[in-house]
């Protein structure tokens, strides 16, 4: 098991392990949410999760069509995970929250038309789109 924190402790994430559905989306909304270029995720099957204390919601219309629901902690400000109606059985949890140096790295970096020019998601096998997708991946 892996526990993804807010940064107060107050909400959090159990996760069952590690998963290889990680991607970086460099979409607007994720470059906001974050304060940073992009966003990265990790996405869980959502019934594989257990999640503890008390965030607060907020909806948004995302760019690949239909609601982004994000939960954060209403104390620290932390995002801690997010749900897509597109992706309605997943959850994506923040990599930032997961606080582990060896996580997996992206298999999939997204929404690159509004990606920083300076930035670069390399690997084997990366795949780079230019709007968004997990339905693909594996793992």
């Avoid at 940073?36 to 999760?49: E, I, N, R, S, W």
Wanted: overall charge positive; proline content about 7%; hydrophobic content about 35%.
């Amino acid at each position: 098991m892996i526990d993804a924190r807010c940064s107060c402790g107050a909400v959090v994430v159990s996760l069952p392990g590690p998963t290889s559905r990680v991607a970086a989306c460099h979409c607007i909304e994720c470059q906001r949410r974050t304060g940073a270029p992009f966003g990265v995720g990790a996405f869980y099957p959502a019934d594989a999760v257990a999640i503890s204390g008390a965030p607060k919601e907020y909806a948004r219309h995302g760019e690949s069509g239909g609601t982004v629901r994000s939960y954060f902690c209403p104390d620290c400000g932390s995002t801690v995970y997010w749900k897509a109606e597109s992706l309605p059985a997943m959850i994506g949890v923040a990599v930032g929250v997961i606080a582990d140096p060896n996580f997996p790295a992206p298999i999939k970096s997204v929404f690159e038309r509004s990606k920083h020019v300076w930035v670069e998601i390399t690997g084997a096998g990366v795949e780079h789109l230019q709007q968004g997708s997990l339905r693909k991946t594996s793992g």
